[in-house]
């Protein structure tokens, strides 16, 4: 089989012209995927169903959820999320997230699997933020927990903006470890301690960010884990129009491939979520992002079948 890849239509809705959030880069990943072999022209992913208001509750506050439900959003929440409150908004949230705990589940089956939205770790308990209206990573590693798929769970988390919800999400809980790479002076402007954090400076460039990642995936070794979460956001990236640590689309498939393996080598089930990108040309952006699943087809032929499933049942 090939690599397991989650996607939904959904994902991508229609913004207004000019919107900050490159919405389109949602369809245009899976045209690069289809063009480089990864995806068929028709199907060949694993689309979700929305996740339940219950399923989302598990790690946010109720009446937060209901409200994206229902579109019921306070002018404070919509203000912070940057997206419109519309339904078709909502339904991506929930969908994004089900798209998640999907590609956790078909991980932990195969060793490794890619969702091609998510990555949303600014959302806290109470509310969304910075274009993320849901964590859809932290809801996935709570299900897992509670259903006694995992016991403990590692979040490395390479975006270049730090994870300051999933951190807030679990600061209580010794079984989720969360670590953060990021630029020090790039949103958000508070952030919340991770179990592990690496503020890095700007212009940090290729060479120096895998001398910080060795160092990170050193002490990530130390942590037990079930199953691991991968954020590759690509804003790290030099041309991202909110990144600074200038890494270069090298580097990304570098990091990418030296987390990949690394994780393959701790015969940890791997999920893969997408994170941010800011390009202003979506299709370069889409590109980027195909670099995860490019290094995730190779690492996963590597993968022996049935040897991976380490989770409790
Ligand atoms: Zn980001």
């Not at 969304?128 to 403990?152: H, P, T």
């Not at 979040?155 to 994870?163: A, S």
């Not at 990108?277 to 889409?286: E, I, M, Q, S, V």
């Amino acid at each position: 089989m090939s690599l397991p890849i989650v996607h939904h239509p959904d994902y991508r809705v229609t913004l207004r012209p000019g919107h900050g959030f490159p919405m389109s880069k949602y369809a245009y990943l899976r045209e690069v995927l289809i063009s480089r072999g990864l995806l068929p022209e028709v199907g060949g992913y694993f689309a979700p169903a929305p996740a339940s208001l219950t399923q989302v509750a598990t790690v946010h506050d109720a009446d937060y959820v209901s409200r994206v439900a229902s579109n019921t959003r306070t002018a404070e929440e919509t203000r912070r999320i940057g997206l419109p409150d519309t339904p078709a908004v909502s339904r991506r949230a929930f969908l994004a997230t089900a798209g998640t705990l999907l590609a956790a589940r078909l991980s932990i089956e195969h060793g490794l699997a890619c969702n091609m939205a998510g990555g949303s770790h600014h959302a806290g308990p109470e509310s969304g933020s910075g274009y993320c209206v849901f964590n859809d990573v932290a809801v996935a590693a709570a299900i897992l927990l509670n259903e006694g798929r995992a016991e403990r769970i590692l979040v490395v988390d390479l975006d270049v903006h730090q994870g300051d919800g999933t951190a807030q999400i679990f600061a209580d809980d010794p079984r989720v470890f969360t670590l953060s790479l990021h630029a020090e002076k790039n949103f958000p402007a508070r952030k919340v301690a991770s179990d592990l954090d690496y503020p890095l400076p700007d212009n940090l460039k290729d060479a120096a960010y895998m001398e910080v990642l060795e160092d990170a995936l050193q002490q990530a070794s130390a942590v037990p884990a079930d199953i691991i979460f991968y954020n590759a956001g690509v804003d790290p990236h030099v041309d991202d129009r909110l990144g600074r640590l200038a890494l270069t689309s090298g580097g990304l498939r570098a990091r990418d491939r030296r987390v990949l393996e690394w994780a393959a080598a701790q015969n940890t089930p791997c999920t893969c979520v997408l994170g941010g990108g800011y390009d202003r040309d979506p299709y370069r952006l889409a590109e980027r992002h195909a670099i995860l699943f490019e290094e995730a087809a190779k690492v996963f032929e590597h993968i022996p079948a049935g040897l991976v499933d380490t989770a409790p049942t």
